[in-house]
Each structure stands twice: as structure tokens, then as C-alpha cells.
């Protein structure tokens, strides 16, 4: 059973930068994604970025293209998502979440991410 733990998450001040790691417990098949999500008050649950458990980089969401990178340290098990450039609109709770397929890499949809973290909230404040 995997099990995902985000961290990283705080108050930052607009055009700050922020690094939320992913630690990730448990097998996760080759053939699958990781991807950032998150939602803000009011707001869907959207996609951030997914990123191939081999490594290879997906999607961006148009509004963090530039501004987000994500990455993983296999010897860590960990999944990162390093956020700069930092505006009010990247207010939000992030999650971390883990595909149950391929079909997670085709589709970015959250119903078909099995395993989710318990979110780290991010807030941008001028």
C-alpha cells in the first residue's frame, strides 16, 4: 500500500519560492505518474504537474509553466515540487498524489490517482 506525506508548505510573500517534498512509502509500479494537485477555498481540485515515475516530466499547468519544477529522488523516495516566482493565485493546499495505472499519465485525472498525501497548505501574501 502506498502512502505519500507531504511537507514544505508555509506563508511566503509574493515572488517568494517554496520546495514540497513527497515522501513516498510503499511500491509504486514503473509504468505510472506522480502528480501535484491542488485546490484553493471555493475552488476544484486541479492539476499541477505530472511527472512519469521514470522521471520524465508530462504537464504543467499553463499558469506555473516557468515557475514550477518537479522532480524525484529515487534514493529518497521523494517527489519535489520546487515553486518560485510565487503570486497569490498559487494560494492553495497542495497534494501529492500517485497514479493507480498508465491510464493516471494519459488522462491527469484525479480518479485515477489511488494514493493521495494529506496536503501541505501554501499561502502567498504580499
Known amino acids: 500500500q502506498v502512502q505519500l506525506v507531504e511537507s514544505g508548505g508555509g506563508s511566503v510573500q509574493i515572488g517568494g519560492s517554496l520546495r514540497l517534498s513527497c515522501a513516498v512509502s510503499?511500491?509504486?509500479?514503473?509504468?505510472?505518474?506522480m502528480a501535484w494537485f491542488r485546490q484553493a477555498p471555493g475552488k476544484e481540485r486541479e492539476q499541477v504537474t505530472i511527472?512519469?515515475?521514470?522521471?520524465?516530466?508530462?504537464w504543467y499547468r499553463d499558469s506555473v509553466k516557468g515557475r514550477f519544477f518537479t522532480s524525484q529522488d529515487y534514493a529518497k523516495n521523494t517527489v519535489y515540487l520546487e515553486m518560485h516566482s510565487l503570486n497569490s493565485e498559487d494560494t492553495a493546499m497542495y497534494y501529492c498524489?500517485?497514479?493507480?495505472?498508465?491510464?493516471?499519465?494519459?488522462?491527469?485525472?484525479?480518479?485515477?490517482?489511488?494514493?493521495w498525501g494529506q496536503g501541505t497548505q501554501v499561502t502567498v501574501s504580499s
Open positions: 498524489a500517485a497514479g493507480d495505472s498508465m491510464d493516471a499519465c494519459v488522462t491527469f485525472l484525479p480518479s485515477y490517482f489511488a494514493a
Open positions: 510503499g511500491i509504486i509500479d514503473s509504468n505510472n505518474c
Open positions: 511527472i512519469e515515475t521514470s522521471g520524465v516530466e508530462l
